[in-house]
């Protein structure tokens, strides 16, 4: 809103994250359509935006939000089930920006192409997790076109230029957060771009002060003084406040009663979110008695061998096996 006071004509690209899962549904940033905020225009299909319609600014802007499968399939009636839909999908963007170029611009003003999508060759960011299978991937081709001055890109979390040295600039800025411990070591920026027509200049200013990300993993090989070991293992107190924290600890299975988690949480008080994955480690492999074969023991034997390997209290342990020995005799019984 500060940027609407100020009079700075801003253009507001929906995203995957602002779209609600059911069709048809209100996105995220429709209230600014709803309330007629001044200087800002969101844009929620593909779109060509000539002078007129950005309040007089000498350039044009070629506009590629969001695009679901499910939601190209309905608006261009595709077949739902065709194996190759992401490309008949593409083949119409390429088409739709193809046209805009050819027909549409301008050829004295600079061409801007603002796009939420993954292009092919970007690196991924910890959000790459999400989007495996569900993420329509346009080509180089379309993004890298010399008839664009700029593009603008969003959905990929880290920064990068995808045409570096090169025009038009093709720049996914990145998060100006880390999402996740999967960007814990990347730096956030933001971009400002000088765009003229047949020449952009662009400039990285790295964010300060961006939430810190901590993520340690710690094997205990020695029992004594395991609180120390985990203090040892994170930042010190003062960086970890207001941080998101996650320590990975592998430790044999026996020694989880020497693991105090309340003095650890007590350390890493200051921490906006602390996350401790414990991973007790057991034998690789359980041997059985004597001379003993697999075959010649009964079900809660072998439940009993296996129970015992894995330290298991006798009380719970014996729970365990009374619970087995009944649900055995009721399958024996049918």
């Known amino acids: ?68 499968r499910s939601g190209m399939i309905a608006h261009l009636g595709l077949e739902a089930n065709a194996a190759q839909v992401y490309e ?88 100006i957060e880390r999402v996740d411990f999967g960007e814990a070591a990347d730096e956030k920026y933001f971009v400002i771009a000088s765009v003229e027509r047949g020449r952009t200049q662009v400039e990285w200013r790295r964010l300060a002060h961006v939430r810190p990300f901590f993520d340690r993993l710690l094997r205990l090989s020695d029992q004594q003084d395991i609180t120390e070991q985990l203090r040892q293992a994170l930042p010190a107190s003062i960086q970890m406040k207001d941080a998101i924290v996650r320590l990975v600890l592998e430790y044999p299975c026996e020694w989880e009663a020497s693991i105090d988690e309340a003095a650890l949480r007590e350390y890493t008080g200051q921490c906006l979110e602390f ?26 034997e072998l439940l009993d061998i296996y129970l015992r390997a894995s330290h298991i209290e006798p009380e719970p342990a014996q729970q365990l096996l009374s619970l087995a020995d009944q649900v055995i005799r009721g399958v024996q019984a049918d």
């Open 1 to 68: 809103m500060r940027l609407s006071r100020a009079g700075i004509p801003t253009l507001l690209l929906v995203g995957n994250h602002d779209l609600s899962p059911a069709l048809g549904r209100a996105h995220a940033l429709e209230n600014f359509d709803t309330l007629d905020v001044p200087h800002v225009k969101v844009v929620d299909r593909p779109v060509f935006l000539g002078s007129q319609d950005l309040e007089g600014l000498p350039l044009q802007v070629l506009a590629l939000p969001w695009i679901s």
């Open 88 to 175: 008949q999908i593409e083949q119409r963007l390429v088409e739709l920006v193809d046209g805009w170029l050819e027909e549409k611009i301008d050829p004295a003003l600079p061409v801007i192409l603002t796009a939420h999508c993954s292009v092919q060759g970007a690196q991924y960011g910890g959000e790459r997790t999400v989007m495996l299978g569900s993420d329509l991937v346009v080509s180089g081709a379309l993004v890298k076109d010399p008839r664009l001055d700029y593009v603008a890109l969003g959905h990929i979390h880290k920064a990068q230029d995808l045409n570096e040295g090169a025009h038009p600039p093709v720049v996914y800025p990145g998060s």
């Open 275 to 300: 996350h401790l994955v414990k991973r007790p480690q057991a034998e690789g492999r359980i041997r059985l008695p004597g001379d003993q074969a697999v075959g010649s023991l009964t079900h809660l």
